[in-house]
């Protein structure tokens, strides 16, 4: 789920932040290597967000109720798909920066 559309999500939402070098190749759509610090450190920081989204959503599930049966559905596959749905609403209303640019086959 390390695409780009979540990662431009999270980082929208300043959930990730960029250093000052890499905000201005993404906000300037200039191609980043595949392999670089920069592609792994954007692809690492969106799997570690969205772990950390995932225990934070079932934390507060077990704050509100602590019998529920629930947290196993709350997964990182889930909250992918939710964060992209979000992206994709925010790109077609035009609110959203770039997105990092990599030439890639992996995703």
Do not use: C
């Amino acid at each position: 789920f390390a695409d780009y559309r979540v990662p431009q999500l999270l980082r929208h939402v300043g959930v990730l932040r960029y250093s000052t070098e890499l905000t201005a190749k993404v906000d300037s759509s200039s191609e980043i290597p595949a392999s670089s610090m920069d592609e792994l450190y954007i692809r690492a920081g969106t799997v570690v967000a969205v772990d950390r989204l995932v225990e934070a959503v079932k934390t507060k599930l077990q704050e509100a109720n602590p019998n529920t049966s629930k947290l196993n559905e709350v997964h990182a596959v889930l909250m992918d798909w939710h964060l992209w749905q979000a992206g994709e609403k925010l790109d077609r209303e035009g609110t959203l920066k770039p997105h990092h640019r990599v030439r890639t086959i992996f995703y």
